[in-house]
């Protein structure tokens, strides 16, 4: 059963960071992307970052209203991904989902998100 | 960035009902959509992909239809579990991966 577990949500004040993880089960991590997703409170789904695959570079994506500030990594030998976050703004406040993408080849490689954990709030407040 | 738009943003049906939402993508993307549900304090779980591909496990009242910019999501028989919020997204331009704003299906 694919599992996805993260952890290292609570509540930081404007300006410093925190580090989330996520810890898989179930299947072979690294032969997949992951992607970080977030839904601040009573809103909608918010794409955050993504991380492909060794096999496909291993290269990271961010939403413009991150880049710069929050960082995606992994650790395939753990199966892990982390979001690095600094320099956090109230405006980060949300739930952050961890999601597995999963690739259609459509003449260029298309990731949909099939599995997501279960979230972890984040608040940003002093 | 495509941006995508959903309608409508809720309503209100009975079980037994058959519901269907729209989602408009700003440019076409080839049928590279995926459908979530959504209950209340739970993550989003996958229900279509490609379109009209049913992921494993989700029942056959779910399908999905569409091409170009316009699709949609039908619920052949609302059943009391569904009563969620539904949002789509596109994976056809990416990054970033968009979602419309979501739908809200009610208990009438």
């Known amino acids: 059963e694919v599992q996805l577990v993260e952890s290292g949500g609570g509540l930081v004040q404007p300006g410093r960071s925190l580090r989330l993880s996520c810890t898989a089960s179930?299947?072979?991590?690294?032969?997949?992307?992951m992607s970080w997703f977030r839904q601040a409170p009573g809103k909608g789904l918010e794409w955050v970052g993504f991380?492909?695959?060794?096999?496909?570079?291993?290269?990271?994506e961010y939403a413009a209203s991150v880049k710069g500030r929050f960082t995606i990594s992994r650790d395939d030998s753990k199966s892990i991904a982390y979001l690095q976050m600094n320099s956090l703004k109230t405006e980060d406040t949300a739930v952050y989902y961890c999601?597995?993408?999963?690739?259609?080849?459509?003449?260029?490689?298309?990731?949909?998100?099939?599995?997501w954990g279960q979230g972890t709030l984040v608040t940003v407040s002093s | 960035d495509i941006q995508m738009t959903q309608s409508p943003s809720s309503l209100s049906a009975s079980v037994g009902d058959r519901v269907t939402i729209t989602c408009r993508a700003s440019?076409?993307?080839?049928?590279?959509l995926a459908w979530y549900q959504q209950k209340p304090g739970k993550a989003p779980k996958l229900l279509l992909y490609?379109?009209?591909r049913l992921e494993s496990g989700v029942p056959s009242r779910f399908s999905g239809s569409g091409s170009g910019t316009d699709y949609t999501l039908t619920i052949s028989s609302l059943q009391p579990e569904d009563f969620a919020t539904y949002y789509c997204?596109?994976?056809?331009?990416?990054?970033?991966?968009?979602f419309g704003q979501g739908t809200k299906v009610e208990i009438k």
């Open positions: 999601t597995r993408g999963d690739l259609l080849w459509f003449r260029v490689p298309k990731y949909y998100f099939d599995y």
């Open positions: 991380i492909r695959s060794k096999a496909y570079g291993g290269t990271t």
């Open positions: 440019q076409g993307i080839s049928n590279s």
């Open positions: 490609a379109a009209s």
């Open positions: 179930g299947f072979t991590f690294g032969d997949y992307a």
């Open positions: 997204q596109q994976y056809y331009s990416t990054p970033p991966w968009t």
